[in-house]
């Protein structure tokens, strides 16, 4: 047979291709390029094996799967006669259907699932095997069908009972009937079932089940090939309203997100979040912290993005932040709010379930529905409004395999409102921009109250914020949230080696009024009292400056669980740690200053801080285009070496010799395997496999290399 002659497959198809349409088919099927191909033998083994179909139906969109089940189902047709198929039954719908069916076919011809041969197309045959048993529903074609008049007669003949069972089977074509190859006339049948068996309406498949003809089940469709009318788009988003009002509403939801996030980092800190035996945090705990970070149950999305982005982690001592948190807070407003978007794609747990476990047990589907609904609504204008049955649809559209529950999409769109890419319920503009100009500039001015609080009318920078976090409490969420000074707050900075002129020059640098008096007098309180009792470290010495303090300090039951003893008028001895006699100290009300063993202050160590695994990130991807250039350069070998390699075949078979094979399985990997050949028939060789592996059938096809053993 000459090359013209040859016919159409998928080998041949492939082996035809040029730079652009290879380019193009391993873009719509990744899984031909990863991992890299040798040459396009391998491509060709790859791209017909069950995992690799199956891989490209599943990204079908509704309308290119509706074509190609289309094709599956009634067989080699022309474009037009295609068209004219899906079209049939349906009113006539507005715009260029022909034009849109084009151009679905054209995609299934560059994913190579369709094939092309003097002007038919056709369905390779493996991918038949993963559509439904019946494509569209359809028997297959009668050996002797009836014609359109003589099934009208029948139909009128067998009676509206037996309509109504034939109406049962016009979309599933097969049921279960006992005794199905019964022997029935029209003059015995006693039920709708047997009349419609007289009259060659169902016909017996085996004993017990029955089949719609083709031919008959056409005309009860309304000669619709498909249940519901494909449409070549999705749902149509509606037009979008107020887009700056929406976007300014999102930018400052997105404010609140990243000082929440900074709430729950400093409320992990000073909290000790206790680890559950299952890994998550205990629930109490959580709850203290989410108290200061957001309302109701958007802190379990704060909770839960911190987790996901590595911001917080466990270790023994329970639940702290970690250096990723640390250098997030020193981030940008813009990339501080970014790390957010991407830490919530990888929260594991299920969208509406989330809580304190932090974990679930499907992560990968959990991720995979926030990123469904991240992309699609990327695909809406910013300012259009979101409802989630919308949503879902346009998902059900785009991915007609995947069962969408309604709830479970709103669920996402909720996250999503908390984190600002959809506000006052449209989109916003922050779903996927890369940059945002209208982020606030960053102040280092505050509100000095004299309640003793602390208002900050903006963002803070990041040193700025790291001193106040230090210097007050929190009492409220939000980017001008109030923090509150108190002794303990005081006396934390002071810990930290503070002094109380360092405080003191930090109000009047960073207000924007002045001091008010009732702060000077708290802050005046705590730096008198701090510092009269010191801890030196010996197991731990005490000096203390007030004869009457020492008194107390030995009556009081710490200097039993301390080991104290009087080492001179005001110098006492503790067998504990110093850490745990200034613990211990602070208990008893009084502020106790730590010393090293030179008897110099210093400041609190720096914060623990959690161990936490870097962020994977996915594979790299391989260039279609350089790799389409690259197999073209190297198309000789493999496709012009079959002959040689069935040589190499035949003459093992004759010798009886082990031979090295590399063959392409299923899912698309390559492997090694010593065999020994037994037959070449058929183009498929039959061999053992050595080490215990048995006998197997390989086609020819996949085998990408061969050498003697």
Known sequence: MSAVDEPTTLASTIRGLDAQRLSRLLTLRPDLANPTPR???????????HASINAAISSLDRWRLSLLTALAALGDLTLAELTDAICQGWPPKPGTIR?????????????VLVLEDSGHLHVIQVVTTHLSGYPAGLAPVSVMPMGSEEVAERLAAAGPKAHAVLERLVWSPTGHLPNARRTVTPETATTPVEMALAHRLLRPLDDDTVILPREVALPLRGNRLLAEQPSPTPPAWPEPRQTALVNRAGLGTALEA??????????????????????????RDA??????????????????????????????RGWLPTSLADRWRTDSLWGQWVSLRDAWRRIPQFPGSLDNTLDASSPATARAWRRLVHEELSTAEPGTPVKAGLVADRIRWRQPGTTVDDSLVEAVLDECRVLGMIALGARTDLVDSLTCADMPERTDEVILQSDLTAIAPGPLTPDTATDLALLADRESTGIAGVRRFTRTSLRRALDAGWTGDRVRQWWTDHSLSDVPQGLLVLLDDVVRDHGRVSVAAAGALLEIDDPAAVEAILRSSLATDLGLRRVGPQVLVAQAEPDQVLAGLRQLGMSPVARDSHGDVFSAPPPPRAKVDALTSSAPQADPEGLAAALLNNKGRGFSDRRQLLAQLHQAQQEGAWMRIERVIDDGTAVRQTVRIMAVAAGAVRCVIRGGGGAAVVPVSRITACQPA
């Open 99 to 111: 034009a849109d069916v084009a151009d679905g076919v054209s995609d299934l011809l560059d994913m």
């Open 258 to 283: 990243v000082s929440a996030m900074s709430a729950l980092l400093e409320g992990v800190e000073r909290h000790d979040c206790a680890l559950l035996a299952s890994g998550g945090m205990a629930k």
């Open 39 to 49: 040459d396009l033998a391998e491509v060709s083994s790859r791209a017909g094996t």
């Open 287 to 316: 709850r203290t912290v989410l108290s200061r970070v957001a309302p109701g149950d958007d802190g379990w999305v704060h909770l839960a993005v911190a987790a996901a982005g590595g911001f917080i982690g466990a270790d023994g």
